[in-house]
């Protein structure tokens, strides 16, 4: 019965958090409140017996990828000066796309079964052993070719970053 209470007031804290990022005028603000966000949804994690997947969360979204954002919005230095009115036209594409990708949620979602998903809190597959376990069975190939593909990544960006001697 607590988790139901728990998994009911992350939500209404990811939800408020979440709009709070569309509807706030300062953009620092904005990164604050899908920070929340970001915590909210490692509560989620949690609560599905996840709990690498939510530490890998926290770590990785709340903590880097929110620093460069951080850093972005103070570097752009976003003042309301700065910013240009929007056309009637701008707007009228804005809605229109969010309409169709109202629709494409709505097309994607309708043939989706509730009844087929079981219970998490039984299911142990969150836990590192097993996961550990399935990525080094089962999906042994396309970790080792990711994880090349990081490292021919970061040697690129060190080469890229690199000053030339001349």
Partial sequence: MFQVYLFLFLSCVALFSAMMVLLSKKPIHSVLYLTL?????????????AQFLA?????????????????TVML???NKE??????TLVKIIAAIAGGLLFVVLIGSLKSF??????????????????????????????????????????????????????
Avoid at 37 to 49: D, K, P, S
Avoid at 82 to 87: C, E, I, R, S, Y
């Fill in 37 to 49: 966000t970001f915590f909210a949804l490692a509560g989620h994690y949690i609560l599905l017996n």
């Fill in 55 to 71: 530490v890998v969360h926290v770590i990785v979204y709340a903590g880097a990828i929110m620093v460069l954002f951080l850093f």
């Fill in 76 to 78: 752009l230095n976003l």
């Fill in 82 to 87: 700065g910013q240009f009115p929007k056309t």
């Fill in 113 to 166: 079964d509730l009844a087929t998903v079981s219970n998490p809190a039984v299911s142990q597959i969150g836990l590192v052993k097993n996961l550990g376990k399935t990525l080094f069975s089962q999906y042994l190939l396309p970790f080792e070719l990711s994880s090349i593909l990081f490292l021919s990544a970061m040697v690129g960006a060190v080469m890229l970053g690199k000053k030339d001697k001349e």
